[in-house]
């Protein structure tokens, strides 16, 4: 056999050797979603195997600036971005195709190698959708000249590279998307639950309001027949012990009376006539008949407007009872002389109506039964003054807010939506 034939024998089987090199590196890429770092890194030190050079970096190319993303040299700790301006890999990035530099001192319009490096190849990661991402840049210490199966072997793992990071960015923005989704079904969810809870709970009011009618006429009707003929005795000659017997009879009989007419207020479905009030001018309005009340003679009412004026939509003669409700509760809760503070604050498209008193603070277990039905602090209370108000202030898609401690006293507000 002559010497030719023994060295293309030998060239045959270097390239058979190589190729089963690349064949195994390329089976042994194993991608799964969220894998991505070691899979690049793979993919760097193969490179650098395969080809002979010194270093390799997978990188991914975004609005100016390069962030590595695997090496085949330890870089260090965090994360590795730099300007693609005036470097070898923007020159790639602008070309979009492969750049073979065999001295890059030499050929300085190429761009800037790291610095100890002097050869330089890269390849661009290209998606399917034929955008350049990112590069694969080999890096040499010497001088060296890349041939064109160097370049064939990187541009093979450059594919798989960027369908990689393609298939990587796609996976992120499909968490985020689900994320979203889910927050999105989550929330519409929430709403669905309100209201139904909302119609269950105005079903449940509207046959506790058609019971509780039926039940109010059939106690008032003999209610009625029994004041007349306890007010028929007042005509009488009664003896002392007669007549105070009669005094009590009557007051009993008329605060009865009440709480049947609160029972049915209570739980009559909320129908609102609404309107455009000035909240100002509404309570300026109201003031003038709330300071005529028993419970306010001997105190003071002092009001701070707001300013500027601010006007709500609301049903004003609802509303009147839920501010003489308050008013009312407040003035009883201090001594004579005392002062209850009426203020009106705005905070952006919210006005809070507020109404002070520096009566005996109220215990903090109290606070959060104070609107229940039937709860009351008070001996002659029907316990269904706060728990209508509520109910008014909760129709105008409003909150009522108590606070009270020593220090300050007691704040009940009604927050309401403002009309911009």
């Not at 990188?59 to 700790?77: D, H």
Request: aromatic letters at 6%; proline letters at 3%; charged letters at 20%.
């Amino acid at each position: 056999m002559s010497k030719t034939s023994d060295n293309e024998m030998l060239l045959h089987n270097q390239n058979w050797q190589r190729e089963r090199q690349i064949i195994a590196r390329l089976s042994s890429l194993n991608y799964r979603t969220g894998e991505l770092s070691s899979y690049l890194h793979n993919i760097a030190c193969g490179v650098s195997e395969l080809i002979g050079v010194d270093w390799t970096v997978v990188t991914f190319c975004q609005e100016g600036f390069e962030t590595v993303l695997a090496s085949s040299l330890e870089m260090g700790e965090g994360e590795h971005v730099y300007s693609l301006h005036g470097l070898l890999t923007g020159t790639v990035i602008k070309i979009g195709h492969s750049l073979a530099v065999e001295d890059a001192q030499k050929y300085p319009e190429y761009g800037q190698a790291p610095e100890g490096y002097c050869a330089y190849l890269g390849i661009p990661l290209r998606t399917a959708e034929n955008e350049v991402i990112g590069t694969i840049c080999s890096f040499n210490h010497q001088p060296r000249d890349f041939t064109k199966e160097d370049i064939q072997i990187v541009e093979l793992f450059a594919e798989r590279a960027a369908t990689a990071i393609d298939n990587y960015h796609l996976y992120q923005q499909q968490c985020q998307f689900n994320h979203i989704l889910e927050a999105e079904v989550e929330k519409r969810t929430a709403e669905l639950q309100a209201a139904q809870a909302k119609l269950l709970e105005q079903e449940r009011l509207a046959a506790i309001g058609e019971f509780a009618a039926i039940i109010v006429h059939e106690i008032r009707n003999p209610l009625t027949t029994m004041l007349m003929g306890l007010k028929y005795f007042r005509k009488t000659i009664l003896t002392e012990s007669a007549q105070e017997r009669l005094t009590l009879a009557l007051s009993e009989a008329s605060r009865l009376e009440r709480l049947l007419s609160e029972i049915l207020l209570y739980a009559k479905p909320q129908v609102l006539q609404l309107c455009e009030l000035d909240v100002n001018e509404f309570i300026h309005d109201l003031l003038v008949c709330i300071r005529e009340m028993p419970e306010a003679l001997e105190r003071q009412i002092e009001f701070i407007p707001a300013s500027p004026t601010v006007k709500i939509l609301g049903d004003k003669d609802k509303l009147k009872q839920v501010f003489i409700n308050i008013v009312r509760n407040a003035c009883e809760a201090i001594a004579p002389g005392d002062i209850v503070k009426w203020k009106v604050d705005l905070h952006i498209d919210k006005v809070y109506i507020n109404i002070h008193n520096g009566g005996e603070p109220i215990p903090s277990e109290v606070i959060t039964k104070l609107s229940q039905p039937f709860f009351s602090t008070k001996p002659c209370g029907t316990g269904l003054g706060l728990a209508i108000t509520k109910r008014i202030v909760n129709a105008h898609s409003g909150k009522l807010l108590i606070s009270s401690d020593l220090l300050t006293g007691t704040t009940v507000s009604v927050q309401l939506s403002v009309v911009l």
